[in-house]
């Protein structure tokens, strides 16, 4: 198992940047991939951004050249750098782990969250 704790939402102009971290603890060297995903109320959550054990890295379409994930080498931080942020970025953001080798950015396969980080952007 592993443990999340996301910090670093806020509020923000647009145009603005927010850096959102996940702190990880538990069996982290058993997560094949991290990621970011967020939900807006009434809609279904989504998969912002992930990262796969070998630094490999996905994104949404909404999100790729604004927003970048990384990892620390002991993989116990996830970090979302946020730029450019957008007001249709508004959401509450979780960080999620899970130990499916062929995961991608729907989180149904996503086994461990954190209670999530709320980012708002206004115009």
């Known amino acids: 198992q592993v443990q999340l704790a996301e910090s670093g939402g806020g509020s923000v102009q647009t145009g603005g940047s927010l850096r959102l971290s996940c702190a990880v603890s538990?069996?982290?060297?058993?997560?094949?991939?991290m990621g970011w995903f967020r939900q807006v109320p009434g809609k279904r959550r989504e998969g912002v951004a992930i990262?796969?054990?070998?630094?490999?890295?996905v994104y949404s379409d909404s999100v790729k050249g604004r927003f970048t994930i990384s990892q620390d080498n002991a993989k116990t931080t996830l970090t979302l750098q946020m730029n450019s942020l957008k007001p249709e970025d508004t959401a509450m953001y979780y960080c999620?782990?899970?130990?499916?080798?062929?995961?991608?950015?729907?989180?149904?396969?996503?086994?461990?969250w954190g209670q999530g980080t709320q980012v708002t952007v206004s115009s």
């Open positions: 990262i796969g054990s070998s630094g490999n890295t």
């Open positions: 538990g069996n982290v060297n058993r997560m094949a991939y």
């Open positions: 999620a782990a899970t130990r499916l080798r062929l995961a991608g950015l729907a989180p149904d396969v996503y086994n461990y």
